[in-house]
């Protein structure tokens, strides 16, 4: 039995999958591209944006035509996965500047501030754009709290530090804060720092700075902005490592991470996946072969830690070409 899918005027549409089902679909598009038809769960490409389906999952898609200049919005839908493929990582990033825009005048509108979470590594340099017009102008930048998903216990202006990567490349180039910038504490040792930021967000928590998510009762982020190392860890959380387990804390530490400094501090899973929002941003094709088994692509490999992602409203999967060519 096939299902049809057919865009709107918007070029925006949503797939349903039945678990343990191998629909076919049957894709009728605007003219400017041909009608489609595969069996799941073989990719749906489309030039220049690609799009594809997830097991179990509802899933959004993007379609551009080449005439329009910039993506559209993402489909705002409770559960949702989006996957978007850009010609470019300067695609890309354009794309990543206007979405954390428009999520920051949102939480900004309805609760009074935007809590924000960032990674390391080359997400920083895809933030690039909200420190240019007319984003460095028109975002309440006194609205923002800001946090880590991770950090190295290094000093801050240790080249290893998530903090410094930040400061220099986006957080030292808009008026955020200083006080609504929540740093590690450097002098402490990896447990006594992942404790003190732990106990950090519970004091936020009951300051109302923070939300609650109802769903696991652990703090919902109101965006969390995280990358993926070519091994298809996410956070400090590596694959393989008895960190992925943990269920309890909000904070932990490691002391034997695989990739150098070997101390650092991470959110959990129960923590990451409790955030309203997340955007996974991923370029470069030495990360390729990570982004297809995270997808769940290859059902004989255990999934890695980017694949237990998710988000509370909405997950979105920011790629350049070179990171999904195995799509």
């Given at each position: 039995m096939a299902t049809s899918v057919i865009a709107s005027s918007t070029h925006i549409f949503t797939a349903l999958t039945r678990p343990n089902s191998t629909p076919k679909f049957s894709v009728h598009l605007h003219p400017t591209y041909s009608s489609l038809r595969f069996p799941f769960?073989?990719?749906?490409?489309?030039?220049?944006?690609?799009?594809?389906?997830?097991?179990?999952?509802?899933?959004?898609?993007?379609?551009?035509?080449?005439?329009?200049?910039?993506?559209e919005p993402s489909l705002k839908k409770k559960g949702n996965t989006n996957l978007t493929v850009f010609d470019s990582e300067e695609e890309l990033s354009v794309s990543l500047a206007k979405y954390v825009a428009d999520l920051s005048a949102k939480f900004v509108k309805e609760r009074g501030a935007f809590t924000v979470v960032l990674s390391g590594g080359s997400l920083i340099k895809s933030l690039r754009k909200l420190v240019e017009e007319p984003y460095v102008g028109s975002i309440e930048w006194s609205r923002w709290h800001v946090f880590w998903v991770d950090e190295r216990v290094v000093p801050k202006d240790h080249p290893d530090?998530?903090?410094?990567?930040?400061?220099?490349?986006?957080?030292?180039?808009?008026p955020i804060l200083p006080g609504n910038v929540y740093a590690i504490n450097d002098a402490l040792s990896a447990e006594g720092a992942a404790d003190d930021y732990e106990t950090c967000l519970k004091h936020l928590v009951s300051n109302k700075v923070l939300d609650t998510s109802v769903a696991s009762g652990f703090p919902k982020f109101d965006l969390m902005l995280l990358g993926m190392g070519p091994d298809g860890h996410v956070a400090s959380l590596f694959p393989g490592h008895h960190l992925l387990h943990e269920s309890q804390k909000w904070v932990t530490f490691i002391k034997d991470s695989p990739k150098p400094p070997p101390e650092r501090i991470t959110f959990t899973f129960p923590v990451i996946n409790s955030s309203a929002y997340i955007a996974l941003v991923v370029c470069g094709a030495g990360k390729a072969g990570s982004v297809q088994r995270a997808l769940g692509k290859d059902q004989n490999e255990e999934l890695l830690p980017a694949g237990r992602v998710s988000a509370e409203e909405e997950f979105t999967w920011f790629l350049d070409k070179e990171a999904a060519p195995k799509l």
């Open positions: 769960p073989k990719p749906f490409t489309i030039s220049p944006l690609k799009s594809i389906t997830t097991p179990n999952r509802t899933t959004t898609f993007k379609v551009r035509s080449s005439s329009m200049a910039e993506s530090s998530n903090y410094k990567l930040a400061f220099d490349g986006f957080l030292s180039k808009v």
